[in-house]
């Protein structure tokens, strides 16, 4: 356009016209492309959903065997005597013996 003192106002109105009519555009535009976008989104959600749905696995509710005896429930364990047991032999346990190499040497 160059320098605006040197243009007439017909010529800066004109300008200004364009450039409002050309940002019109341009908003439109956005607007289309957000609509389409929105519209594919939910295409897109709707195809997630009706994979996840066609891809999915029932499983029916598990019921245990217990006909054979070795399957059958016991009592609850009585542990106090596992653990007792368990502390003893800590007691009695010992670290092996750790033998440098310099001790190696001196003891073969």
Do not use: K
């Amino acid at each position: 356009m160059g320098n605006h003192r040197l243009a007439s106002r017909a010529n800066l109105r004109a300008e200004v016209t364009r450039l409002e009519a050309e940002n019109e555009q341009l908003a439109c535009a956005l607007v289309a492309i957000c609509t389409e976008r929105d519209a594919t989104a939910a295409e897109n959600l709707h195809l997630r959903a009706e994979i996840a749905t066609r891809d999915a696995v029932t499983v029916p509710p598990a019921m245990r065997d217990t006909s054979h005896p070795a399957d059958v429930a016991t009592a609850p364990l009585d542990v106090e005597q596992l653990r007792d047991d368990w502390h003893a032999d800590l007691g009695r346990w010992r670290a092996p013996r750790v033998i440098s190499l310099q001790q190696r040497g001196t003891e073969a």
